[in-house]
């Protein structure tokens, strides 16, 4: 598939290593700088915005049709290959010739109300009972994916119990379930469910919230669901103009909905928070009475009167700055109170991953992406930073300034020994190269703040992205 060169210079979304590649490839033979370590094996896939037509609107980062990179590590031999994920909209304007919708700073399409904003796809991308699941931020019809080809296989509806799945739905490598929630503009505004092992629906449940709502993510437990109900909202007035724009009330708190993974509405637990906005979680476990939950949310300063700014994170998110911190909520479930507290506010970090292995469970590790601090530059992702949660300690590692870390994969070692007996898998943008590698550092002790034991060079560009995940080939071969 090609696509004409984009005229990416008044475009600063599609400007550099944001701007679109034009086609499918699989590369093998790759050069290596280091040594690409044996006890590596399984496959990391990324997802991200690529445009498959020209845009002739204001476009936004968020905008691009869904795309899958996936490198494949086999006993030290690496394989690349990236294709677009074939979503229902997609194909429509394929056999259109041309751009049917428009994106995330124009007026939605009022002709189609199954789908006034396109769902891409391109957000997330999780593995679940032998497919890749590829789902977008706004909620939508989620897609599956073929792991060996990236073939898309359709929209993963499990036998049509399911329409819509927002990103960063959590699978749990234990149970071998999907754990999921999507929002809407319409009541109730927030359902929550459980997909089984075999594909089906297992639990499906409506959350009723005040109003519209955003939340991006969720978190999960051995036993339980946290859900996200923030004070930041659609802006009403836009809404009615049919655009998208956000609303941050920081008299309101940030409430924490706890419910048994199997259960009813009405076992909705609701912990009250400070308000804030958080995108990613880190991970959520039981401990004693507690259920608790670490993340990275955004900073909430105060204004000239000491209150909460809620203007400044409205810009601070429209503008998609970054200015984040590691943070603890613990919710009691015998008191019903909420115990918070600051794990570091000294680095500015988010993009969490964990070894996969400990969703839900109690984890020692979080390997993040770092940014300066502040912010307020042009968006830079210059390096990596592993986190101690027991200490609050950390370990970082940047090749300079200028360099574009993507969010990593944990990959566990071969017959792994302990939590960060492991590799992290990462794109970066090698901007003194102007070439894109993926590099493999080793996570174990202290040895990710050497560097990278390999550098994968690819031979053309791979476009920054949004989200990632590592499936071992252990996990591979059990659902063969």
Not at 41 to 59: C, E, K, M, S
Not at 364 to 390: A, H, M, Q, T, W
Not at 395 to 424: M, V
Request: hydrophobic share 35%.
């Amino acid at each position: 598939m090609q696509l004409n060169d984009l005229p990416v210079h008044d475009i600063p979304a599609l400007d550099g290593n944001n701007g679109p590649i034009h086609q499918e490839d699989v590369f093998t033979n790759l050069q290596v700088i280091g040594t690409v370590p044996t006890d590596l094996n399984g496959l990391y896939v990324r997802n991200g915005p690529n445009a498959f037509y020209t845009p002739d609107w204001r476009y936004h980062a968020y905008d691009g049709d869904g795309m899958l990179h996936a490198v494949r590590f086999e006993n030290g031999q690496v394989t690349y290959k990236n294709r677009w994920v074939q979503t229902a909209a997609l194909q429509e304007e394929q056999a259109a010739g041309h751009a049917l919708w428009k994106g995330l700073k124009e007026p939605w399409r009022e002709d189609r109300p199954d789908e006034p904003q396109k769902n891409t796809a391109n957000t997330d991308v999780k593995y679940h009972a032998g497919r890749l699941i590829s789902m977008w931020y706004r909620s939508g019809m989620p897609y599956a994916v073929d792991p060996d080809t990236l073939e898309t296989l359709g929209k993963a509806d499990f036998d049509g119990a399911v329409s819509r799945i927002s990103a960063h739905s959590r699978p749990d490598e234990h149970t071998g379930e999907l754990l999921f929630f999507d929002y809407s503009l319409q009541a109730p505004f927030m359902q929550y469910g459980v997909i089984g092992p075999d594909r089906q629906l297992k639990h499906k449940i409506d959350v009723d919230l005040p109003g519209p709502s955003l939340p991006h993510d969720m978190a999960i437990t051995e036993h339980y669901t946290i859900l996200h109900d923030f004070p930041l909202r659609p802006d009403p007035e836009a809404l009615q103009a049919g655009r998208y724009k956000v609303r941050f009330d920081a008299t309101q708190p940030s409430r924490f909905g706890v419910l048994p993974r199997y259960g009813q509405a009405h076992e909705i637990r609701w912990f009250l928070a400070k308000p804030t906005y958080m995108l990613h979680v880190v991970n959520a476990w039981e401990e004693g009475d507690e259920v608790v939950m670490v993340g990275t949310p955004y900073r909430l300063h105060e204004d000239e009167n000491g209150q909460p700014d809620g203007r400044r994170l409205e810009k601070t998110i429209h503008l998609r700055q970054r200015d984040f911190m590691l943070y603890e909520w613990r919710f009691n479930l015998v008191t019903g109170k909420t115990h918070e507290r600051v794990i570091d506010d000294v680095l500015n970090t988010e993009f969490p991953v964990i070894n996969s292995l400990y969703q839900g469970r109690k984890n020692r590790y979080s390997y993040n992406i770092i940014f300066p601090l502040g912010g307020k530059e042009e968006p830079r992702f210059p390096g990596l930073v592993k986190y101690d949660l027991s200490t609050g300690g950390y370990l970082a590692y940047s090749a300079g300034p200028k360099y574009f870390y993507n969010e990593p994969g944990f990959a566990p070692r071969d017959n792994a020994q302990s939590e960060d007996d492991g590799y992290l898998v990462v794109p970066v943008w090698n901007p003194d190269e102007q070439r894109s590698e993926i590099q493999v550092f080793d996570c174990k002790g202290a040895r990710i703040a050497e560097g990278p034991v390999a550098r994968i060079l690819l031979p053309r560009r791979m476009p920054h992205g949004f989200h990632a995940t590592f499936v071992s080939q252990h996990t591979l071969n059990r659902w063969k």
